[in-house]
């Protein structure tokens, strides 16, 4: 199976204005040629202080847009002077990654006083920027105006900038998202299978509390279901919900997380997000058994032996199914982790659990691992083996047979 190109097919323009953020957009480039972009570059002169066009032009192989006119010469690569009207029409998206306030400012009053700023005018797609700047330029009263307005009035889609440490020194808001969550914003505008699709998944483990410092869980990384979560936004869903267990993966930006510790608690949630939901994806490691009783005090070590009655636990995908059985909304998809018999298993539990989609992977090559070998089983007789993949492979193809049946409905 090939990586998954999500912007295949995909022209970007990257705006880049002058913040010392600008080093990180050079990989910012790089990420998003790998996801199959065509990337053209546009500079502010304030840009160039800190990178040359020379690196841009090097990852792109085009030159960089950097002056309006021909007379202001000298960027050290090829002068820099392209058409603003050619750029804004190249572009299927505009990437401005960072946007400085003066930037931001600028455009919020339709301003075209630079080569970037024109293009901003002149491009009718949609437009994705990255602010990075000091904590106090970023609190200031000007440009939370002009970012709610670029953001509420114009349709711009912000990656808001992240908290911590700045190259300044201060400590706070400002620096440059993550590259990974901009990228994701990216694709989340680019590929709209699932397009106003509300998903919910359930990911990492349950765990089921003994005493008040100890529980039973699973070994789940909670890799996969949140790599379902970036592929559901990669694919323009509206809402991404993730009922997360107690897990070390993190959810992507974007989506909203519903932490819960046990089986019931996760029951709760699924049934209540199931009511509106178009999907909903069980790849959660459910325990299936929880203590009878939870002991209100530490068990000591000076008891010796114990014995621990464990009661099963709701069957939360099967009463689902039971539930909805009929009905072709929501979407309803399960994972089948087996040690043997795996097709067996992945069959048989598709019927039981009356789900439209199962999907089947061994322990052993899946177990809290970044890769996976699955087979995709759905109601209507297609299988699907991936061969080893990643997750993230895996998630995409996943999104991939849901999309298909929205449309053949
Ligand atoms: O029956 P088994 O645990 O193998 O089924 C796995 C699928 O069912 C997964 O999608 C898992 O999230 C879900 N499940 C559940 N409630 C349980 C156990 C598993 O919803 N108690």
Redesign the pocket.
Known sequence: MTKPQPLRDTKILLGVTGGIAVYKSAELCRMLQRAGAQVRVVMSEAACRFVTPLTFETLTGHPVGIHMFGDTGGTGGTGGVISHIELAKFADILVVAPATADYMARCAQGRANDLLAAVTLAHEGPIIFAPAMNTGMWRNFATERNVSDLVENHGWHMVPPGEGHLACGDQGPGRLAELGDILDAVCAVRRPKLMGKKVVI?AGPTAEDIDPVRSITNRSSGIMGCELARMALYHAALEVTVILGPCPAEPPWGSRVIPIRS?REMQVAVNAEAETADVVI???A?S?WRPATISPEKLKRADGTISLPLVP?????GELGARMAGRDRPILV????ETDNLLDSAQD?LKR?QVHIMVGNMARDALESATTEAVILEDNGAVWESGRVTKTELADAIIDRISRRFAQS
């Open positions: 359930t089986a069980m790849a959660a459910v299936d636990n709701p069957d939360i995908l399960g994972f089948a982790l539990k659990k």
